[in-house]
């Protein structure tokens, strides 16, 4: 199995990217920013619970995006890999995720971090903002809450797999197909 992190901050480029990676490598793209939008979709009792965090831009608890992702994994068996997007946000996601991969007799394979300045980052987000009308994209406070939650809680995690040799730095300004080919160059060397 192809198991890839794709991580960075918010507005980073994740979503774009995930799209064009699971065309190229099969993989199932697990995105718990999207999971827990269906929830709240589907008005269910965790996405009422959880939009109240993601609206002020903070983390929902460990607990509820780990289940997520437990199901999922449950769930696709028989998938040749998936691309982690959004998650793991903390330490204790990404040890988590490690005992569930394991429990699979499976390995995440490698992590690509997207860089991008805080400058960027929030002309994207307000941009996306304006265009998806998603409520945590149109305010500036709650984007620099995120970029604070990602900073304070999340970068950390980049190091966690670095400790392991899964880490790669890609530049994630610049044109999306020029930044699609960095990261396809950096999984084909790490398979
Ligand atoms: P995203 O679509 O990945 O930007 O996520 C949107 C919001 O969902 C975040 O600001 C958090 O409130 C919540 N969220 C998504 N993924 C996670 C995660 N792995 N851990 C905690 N909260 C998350």
């Known amino acids: ?27 199932v793209h697990l995105s718990t920013g999207d999971i827990l939008r269906s929830e709240i979709a589907a008005g269910t ?8 965090l993601m609206d002020q831009g903070i983390l929902v ?8 992702i437990d199901s999922k994994l449950n769930a696709n068996k028989t998938a040749g890999g998936f691309i982690f997007d959004g998650f793991p946000r903390t330490i204790a996601q990404a ?16 992590m690509l971090s997207l860089r991008v300045t805080e400058e960027e980052l929030t002309r994207r987000l307000l941009l996306r903002g304006a265009e998806s009308g998603r ?12 970029i604070h939650e990602y900073e304070s809680k999340t970068a950390a995690v980049a190091e966690y797999y670095n ?4 880490l790669t730095e ?6 999306i197909d020029a930044i699609f080919g960095a990261l396809c160059t950096a999984i084909d060397a790490r398979r």
Do not use: W
Request: aromatic content about 2%.
């Open 61 to 68: 608890p460990d607990e509820v995006v780990i289940g997520m």
């Open 163 to 166: 400790a392991q040799g899964k």
């Open 170 to 175: 890609i530049d994630g300004i610049g044109e």
């Open 95 to 110: 040890e988590a995720l490690d005992r569930l991969l394991a429990g699979h007799n499976e390995k995440i394979s490698c």
């Open 135 to 146: 409520p945590d994209d149109a305010n500036e406070t709650v984007i620099r809450k995120r």
């Open 45 to 52: 009792a965790l996405g009422l619970e959880a939009k109240k």
């Open 1 to 27: 199995m192809l198991n890839i992190v794709l991580f960075g901050p918010p507005g980073a480029g994740k979503g774009t990217q995930s799209q064009n990676l699971i065309e190229k490598y099969k993989l």
